[in-house]
């Protein structure tokens, strides 16, 4: 990200300009998250969230503008530790690793609430703009520059604009997922990207 924080320091600062308890923020994040994966969406409110991480409501409400604000920023903080970002290697190489961990982590908890919390965006505001904002956008962004750095050396043969390429490809696995027309396998998710970035041979 431009301000060189990671993810979870961001959100320790509040992303409306209020200062944070770094550790009180950790553990918001922590008990909203194990709520959703345990005990499902429905039973995951601000009350619950407030008594499994013993902290006022009022210190919830002063940090977060909504209940699904929260529960993305939630997933988020999750996200960086299941699903990384790659920071190091080649381009093809840092897709492939973060095409493959995230496969993976579909396949349990993650998946299931990854699914719930955009189903809760949808059904609460109508639109997912919301979970895009605070939560694919700053992913996306930082995939769109390691593609875009892939074209420019030359060890993605991949044309056009680096936002078609990256949705062809996590587009595809989301979409496979959703509704299970054949099992997501790393032998999926490594030919996807093949066809999809035509990486160099030595790449």
């Known amino acids: 990200m431009a301000s060189g924080k990671t993810q979870t320091e961001e959100a320790a600062t509040g992303r409306r300009g209020r200062p944070r308890s770094a550790a009180t923020t950790a553990a918001i994040l922590e008990g909203a998250y194990q709520l959703m994966a345990t005990t499902g969406l429905a ?14 409501k009022m210190t919830i409400y002063k940090w977060w503008p909504s209940r699904e604000a929260l529960l993305i920023d939630a997933f988020l903080d999750q996200a960086s530790r299941a699903v990384p970002l790659p920071e190091t290697g080649s381009p093809v190489a840092r897709i492939r690793r973060h095409v493959a961990t995230y496969v993976e982590a ?14 809760e965006c949808i059904s ?12 694919l956008g700053l992913r996306r962004s930082k995939m769109l520059e390691i593609i875009a750095a892939g074209q420019k050396d030359g060890s993605i043969g991949a044309p056009g604009v680096p936002g078609d390429i990256y949705d062809a490809i996590y587009g595809s696995l989301f979409y ?28």
Do not use: W
């Open 124 to 135: 609460k505001t109508s639109t997912a703009e919301l979970f895009y904002e605070r939560y």
């Open 106 to 119: 579909l396949q349990g908890e993650f998946g299931r609430v990854q699914l719930a919390v955009i189903s």
């Open 176 to 203: 496979r997922y959703v509704f299970g027309i054949k099992p997501l396998t790393p032998a999926y998710a490594r030919n996807l990207v093949n066809l999809v970035l035509r990486p160099r041979t030595d790449a």
């Open 43 to 56: 039973a995951t409110t601000i009350d619950a969230i407030a008594r499994h991480s013993n902290v006022s």
